[in-house]
């Protein structure tokens, strides 16, 4: 099993910017593609970005491409999502999740392992 949680999230005006963190306990990450979702309030939760289990290789949702960056630090067990140029349409709950099965493919629409998430508000 693995646990995974969440943290970073805050209050932020437009324009600004934050980092996310997602810490792993139980078992390492190394060998597990990573994702972030989000959910904002009254919508459906939807993909962000994904991470394969090295690092080479990244997905993102059209919506946050070249706003956001995720990356990962095996040796620490966490990844990161760093988020610029927030908009309020970034407000959400984020969520951190991880997948057991090493075949990394891009785009997720679930994952098997999840934090609890984050609240991230942007102000306009």
């Known amino acids: 099993q693995v646990q995974l949680v969440e943290s970073g999230g805050g209050l932020v005006q437009a324009g600004g910017s934050l980092r996310l963190s997602c810490s792993a306990s139980?078992?390492?990450?190394?060998?597990?593609?990573m994702g972030w979702f989000r959910q904002a309030p009254g919508k459906e939760r939807e993909f962000v970005a994904s991470?394969?289990?090295?690092?080479?290789?990244?997905y993102y949702a059209d919506s946050v491409k070249g706003q956001f960056t995720i990356s990962r630090d095996n040796a620490k067990n966490t990844v990161y999502l760093q988020m610029n140029s927030l908009k309020p349409e970034d407000t959400a709950v984020y969520y951190c999740?991880?997948?057991?099965?090493?075949?990394?493919?891009?785009?997720?629409?679930?994952?098997?392992?999840w934090g609890k998430g984050t609240l991230v508000t942007v102000s306009s």
């Open positions: 991470i394969s289990w090295g690092g080479g290789r990244t």
């Open positions: 999740a991880a997948s057991s099965s090493p075949t990394y493919r891009g785009v997720y629409y679930d994952m098997d392992y």
């Open positions: 139980g078992r390492t990450i190394s060998s597990y593609p």
